[in-house]
């Protein structure tokens, strides 16, 4: 074994220090985004999964590049006080948790750490704005969502889950951090399968039917059941509608959907309702809301209401003001919010999500919202040139974050408080380090820890306008306007006639600026400086 001092001052890194298949001693300072343990051999970057920031390990190199190496956990010499063994029997296997060898006090510290890192180092701001992460009442069996793939194992039909890195099914009964109704499902699925020998997908040939058994858990823990299959036609139909009857009786609603396409898109566009109820009934935040196949919501709904909570403290809502969601999705926030504002407009660019909206703002009777299918970064500035001047935004987008394009069109409409949700902290920091640059300043960023036993972390942040500026919106009649004989209006002209109609004196470069801000092609000025570099 080559022993050797992680980080040592003064020593250049040589290729050849570091061979795959030979084991060195690596002391480990932190994780990556994939739970993995990062540590280093003389200045060189080497990734080991299953070790802990703090801990000393010996690692066998199993895979070596320019500027990293992968090593394979050997034996912990220095073992962290925050390891724990994991509960679940194929966590080691499993790509769908990371930190269950991790005590939950390390996990809050971790994503805490996480979340302060991206804001000092892309937002450019103080770690101090960062508040500690809030908990989780419960650690497991939390997920209401379930989308378990099936597939051959050693020839044998499988449910399981995909093991770490790849989509290799390990073979599973239940699921630590799934809700037991969604457990139930699974067996029942493994059952059925095992039984009339359900023929299942194969990702390499290509061949087989049924490509994943999904669960969702609603109100008193109801159960809609989506069969995700390659063909055209369910297998067994009849009987699967039989069994599920008599063996789930949590069960209300039975969906086949039909996914041809290869890849990691879980529904595909056809699908068709087989039995029961076409949508679930769930409640968030003391609103009800129907849930279809295709409907996006939060899986973990205790911690959801505390992350939405959050977002109306920092939206400091009175009653009299118009907020914008600009990402609603379903309006999930969005009709969170129109319980203490004057008016919501929701904004998302998926229409079906749009279309969704709508119904459960007709189900929870909120009258004050308006759901429209747009994108955000061009439609937000229609409603602006239209006269509205919203007092609070709201963004909660995907993890790939705001285009720059919504952020500057967010800024232009001037929002006293902007409120960002977030599930990537580091697209979070990126998009906020613009909302900078634009006029705001981040007063506060609050982690929210959605997903234990995982490296996900949920945050929320409120900005506020650094200069707020009195709007006061004009409409004029630009034929009203004294034309000059050219037949266009002069600076001077126009300055007389907003003098005129509302009392406000204007500069010339009020002016240029507006006509600019109106695509207005401006005419040559003759009237240039002498200096060849003035502004």
């Not at 090593?71 to 194929?90: A, D, T």
């Not at 409120?419 to 697209?427: F, G, L």
């Not at 506020?464 to 709007?471: A, D, K, S």
């Amino acid at each position: 074994m080559k022993n050797r001092k992680s980080g040592d001052a003064g020593i250049k890194y040589d290729p050849a220090q570091v061979r795959i298949h030979e084991a060195y001693t690596v002391a480990i300072r932190d994780l990556g985004v994939h739970g993995e343990g990062i540590g280093s051999v003389d200045g060189f970057t080497v990734f080991v999964p299953g070790a802990l920031p703090g801990e000393t390990v010996t690692a066998k190199i199993t895979l070596l590049k320019k500027s990293y190496a992968l090593g394979k956990l050997l034996s912990i010499e220095q073992e962290s006080p925050f390891r724990m063994v994991p509960e679940c029997p194929v966590y080691e296997h499993c790509g769908g948790c990371q930190l269950s060898h991790l005590t939950y006090e390390g996990q809050l510290d971790m994503k805490y750490r996480r979340v302060k890192d991206v804001i000092e180092r892309i937002a450019g701001e103080s770690g101090d704005l960062v508040k500690p992460v809030l908990p989780a009442a419960h650690l497991f069996a939390y997920r209401n969502k379930m989308a378990v793939p099936a597939g051959l194992v050693k020839r044998k039909a499988a449910l399981g889950c995909y093991r770490q890195g790849s989509h290799d099914i390990i073979p599973v009964s239940s699921c630590a951090i799934q809700k037991e109704e969604n457990n139930r499902l699974l067996q029942f699925a493994r059952w059925f399968i095992e039984k009339y020998g359900i023929s299942v997908y194969d990702e390499k040939t290509r061949k087989g039917s049924l490509r994943r058994v999904m669960g969702r858990v609603g109100d008193d823990g109801k159960v809609m059941v989506v069969l995700v299959t390659a063909s055209e036609t369910l297998p067994e139909e009849k009987r699967w509608i039989e069994e599920i009857q008599k063996e789930l009786p949590e069960a209300v609603s039975l969906w086949h959907n039909i996914q041809p396409k290869p890849g990691n898109t879980i529904l595909g566009a056809k699908i068709r309702h087989l039995w029961s109820r076409e949508t679930l009934t769930a409640s968030l935040c003391g609103l009800r809301f129907e849930v279809s196949p295709y409907s996006f919501f939060q899986v973990h709904k205790e911690q959801a209401e505390i992350l939405y909570e959050k977002a109306l403290a920092y939206a400091d809502l009175k009653g009299g003001e118009t907020v914008i969601d600009a990402y609603c999705g379903t309006g999930t926030i969005s009709l969170c919010l129109a319980k203490k504002a004057k008016r919501v407009i929701g904004i998302e660019i998926v229409k079906s999500a749009i279309e969704d909206a709508k119904k459960n703002a007709k189900m929870n009777h909120m009258e004050n919202t308006e759901f429209y299918a747009a994108d955000a970064g061009k439609f937000m500035p229609q409603l602006y040139r239209k006269g509205l001047v919203p007092d609070v935004i709201v963004m909660d987008p995907v993890r790939a974050g705001c285009s720059e394009e919504v952020l500057k069109a967010a800024a232009g409409m001037n929002p006293k408080r902007i409120v960002y949700v977030s599930c990537n902290p580091a697209t979070f920091a990126r998009d906020a380090k613009i909302l900078k640059s634009e006029g705001y300043e981040i007063k506060e960023v609050q982690p929210v820890d959605m997903f234990p036993q995982t490296m996900h972390v949920e945050t929320v942040c409120l900005l506020v306008l650094r200069n707020p500026v009195t709007h006061i919106n004009i409409d004029v009649d630009v034929e009203e306007l004294v034309q000059d004989k050219r037949g266009r209006a002069t600076y001077g002209q126009i300055q007389e006639y907003v003098k005129e109609h509302t009392g406000l004196n204007v500069t010339n470069l009020n002016v240029t600026q507006t006509k600019r801000k109106c695509g207005i092609i401006e005419r040559e000025n003759y009237n240039l400086p002498k200096l060849e570099d003035s502004k």
